[in-house]
């Protein structure tokens, strides 16, 4: 079954640092990846995404993420971080349910807070 | 465009009562899903929608129900409301039905409180 793991509860970074939140994958199949915030109170804000392509994939709010096959991981990173980005962090894979199933999920890890000090 | 808008915002309920959570999907949207955040975990996935059919179930009760309208948008039900429902309920959609890359997009969410 597919899954995602965050391995970070939580992650500080001084403002201006550069950021990296972690994300570990497994998938059967070709892995379709996201990274989604959430600011406190609110819904979740899509980041970016991997299909195929490219292993260094850019989203929104300058971060980025890189994939990589071999270790299975789906890195979010950001040169530099800024105090508006401390928000919680989740990252996400799509489960097609296998060949019995119609439904096309999302399982999300368990998100990482990201605070950034001034 | 607006984007996914779900309502109420916030509610507070009795255990033992009754609860519809509405939601709209982004126009030209035709998929619908419902998550479940619980507070301290990442969302799990309750129901998915397509067309009007139900095309998926998560591990949920059968006290959820959900429905999707021919405009498609969709409710959420719940019966019989617990305790541990308390809970940010997500409704998210997407354009397709596909497997793939297709982005799923959330509304702010309905916080429900059971006391």
């Known amino acids: 079954a597919q899954s995602v793991a965050q391995p970070e509860d939580q992650v500080n970074v001084a403002e201006g640092n550069p950021l990296t939140v972690k994300c570990t994958y497994s998938?059967?199949?070709?892995?379709?990846l996201f990274w989604y915030v959430q600011y406190p109170n609110r819904g979740l804000q899509f980041l970016l995404k991997?299909?195929?392509?490219?292993?260094l994939v850019k989203g929104s709010y300058g971060f980025e993420a890189e994939f990589n096959k071999s270790q299975t991981s789906f890195h979010l990173k950001k040169p530099s971080a800024l105090v508006s980005d401390s928000a919680l962090y989740f990252c996400?894979?799509?489960?097609?349910?296998?060949?019995?199933?119609?439904?096309?999920?999302?399982?999300f890890g368990s998100g990482t807070r990201l605070s950034i000090r001034p | 465009d607006a984007g996914v808008t779900q309502s109420p915002t916030h509610l507070i309920k009795t255990r033992g009562q009754h609860v519809t959570l509405r939601c709209s999907p982004i126009?030209?949207?035709?998929?619908v899903s419902w998550y479940q955040q619980v507070l301290g975990q990442g969302p799990q996935f309750i129901f998915q929608?397509?067309?009007?059919?139900?095309?998926g179930r998560g591990n949920f009760p059968d006290r959820f129900s959900a429905r999707q309208f021919p405009n498609y948008s969709s409710e959420l039900n719940v019966n019989a409301l617990l305790l541990g429902d308390s809970a940010l309920y997500l409704c998210?959609?997407?354009?397709?039905?596909?497997?793939?890359?297709?982005?799923?997009?959330f509304g702010e969410g309905s916080w429900l409180t059971v006391v």
């Open positions: 929608y397509y067309e009007k059919e139900e095309r």
């Open positions: 998210a959609s997407s354009q397709h039905r596909d497997r793939g890359g297709n982005t799923i997009y």
């Open positions: 991997y299909i195929t392509g490219d292993n």
């Open positions: 126009s030209g949207h035709k998929s």
């Open positions: 996400a894979v799509r489960d097609n349910g296998g060949v019995d199933s119609s439904a096309s999920k999302i399982i």
């Open positions: 998938v059967s199949g070709n892995p379709y």
